[in-house]
Structures are given as C-alpha cells and as structure tokens.
C-alpha cells in the first residue's frame, strides 16, 4: 500500500488538464474496514490537502456519529474519491457553477489496485452519482455485475461467450441518488448511499425525511459495530 500511495501522490496523468497543479488527495491503508467513495476535491480542499474538512465534513461525521479523529484514521476509514485532484469549475456566462466532473483517469488507473489493497472493508459509503455508477452493484440480465470492481465475475469461456457478452449484456440506465436511497435496503449492508453533505441538499433532506429518521439510525449500528466503536 505504501509503494501505491506514492505512486498515487506523484502522478500527473492529467496535468495537462487541471487548473491547478496535481495534489492527490485521499485517504487509504489495508486496515481500513469502511469506504468514502467520493466525487473529486473541491478547490478549498486542494489547498487544505484534507478531505472534508468543512462544514460538509462535519455533517458527514454527523450522520457516520464518529468523531474527527476517529474519521481520519486510516485503519478506519479509507477516503478514495473518484477523482484525487481538484478537476476545475464549470462557468457559466463568467459564473462558477460548480466543479467539473471526476477526471475519469484516476478510477482507470488506480482503482483496482487500491481497492484490492483493502481486503478488511465490509461498508463502502457511497457519495455522488460517479460514485454511484463506479461502486454500485447492479446486475445484467445474465447475472453478470457490471459496475463493482469488487465482486466483479470473470467472463471467460466458462460461464459466458463473448458472442453472448456482447449480445446479452445491455447498458444499464444511472441510478440517482433519490433511487439509490429509496431501495437501500437491496445494497445493504455491503453498500449504503448518501446525498452529499453540501448545505446545498438542505432541500433534498427535507423532502425526504424519512432519510433521518429511518436510513441513518441503521447507518450508525453498522459503522459502530464494524469498528467497536461505543455510542457517542
């Protein structure tokens, strides 16, 4: 794991292509037995060089009920967002509008070889729709799972041709985050789906407040019983 991390903090695959210079930020080791599968880092935490370390954060922490110490220790949690550098903000008529998507190739680069470094994680805490899409498993009609790096099958010539791959396998439509949470109980207790802590989902949460009051409590048992933790 520490030869990959230093691999990870020097690369520059997308340097050509970020606003500011190359700053991986994540948060990793093969202790780590719960997941925060993010989107990319914001500009503030570029700077800072810790993730979630604002008022996001803190709500973050709010709903997982650990303590700061306790979420950046990384023989407890693993922070790997999708993208590990800042990707730059979309502008509208000279107006930010928020950030740019993930650069793609650090999930295609790096992914794989971190999450096969973290055999204990049993929780992987979903944030985001690229998150969504990369981490969720949803299953083809011929049982195949298409999208979670860790539980992927083979397709070799034992179990399905790739004449029959190719025909048999359709493109599956994105998940959203509200559909994601209505039916987390189908991903649990392997997968759990979050609105990203953004006072920006003030709204989202009060139009489902069923998200508190019956999705957290679970969320909280788990996270306590994975890592021994007593009840703040």
Known sequence: MTALLTKINACTLCQADLPLAPKP??????????????????????????????????????????????????????????????????????????????????????????????????????????????????????????????????TTSTNVSSSTKAKTIPKLKPITVTQACAQWQQYWPKYFVLPHPSPRNNLWLKQHPEFERDMLPRLRMRIASLLNLQPL
Request: aromatic share 8%; net charge positive; with cysteine.
């Open 25 to 154: 930020i994540l948060q990793a080791s093969s202790q780590a037995r719960i997941l925060i599968a993010g989107q990319a880092p914001g500009v503030k935490t570029h700077h800072k060089g810790i993730p979630f370390d604002d008022a996001s954060g803190e709500r973050l922490r709010t709903w997982l009920n650990v303590t700061r110490e306790q979420f950046y220790d990384p023989a407890l949690f693993a922070i790997v967002p999708m993208g590990f550098c800042f990707p730059g903000s979309i502008e509208i008529n000279g107006k930010k509008q928020g950030d740019k998507p993930p650069r793609p190739e650090c999930a295609a680069t790096w992914h794989q070889a971190l999450l096969a470094l973290m055999p204990q994680i049993k929780l992987i805490v979903i944030l985001g729709q690229y998150a969504i899409d990369y981490h969720l498993p949803r299953e083809s009609s011929v049982g195949i799972n298409l999208t979670s790096p860790l539980s992927k099958v083979q």
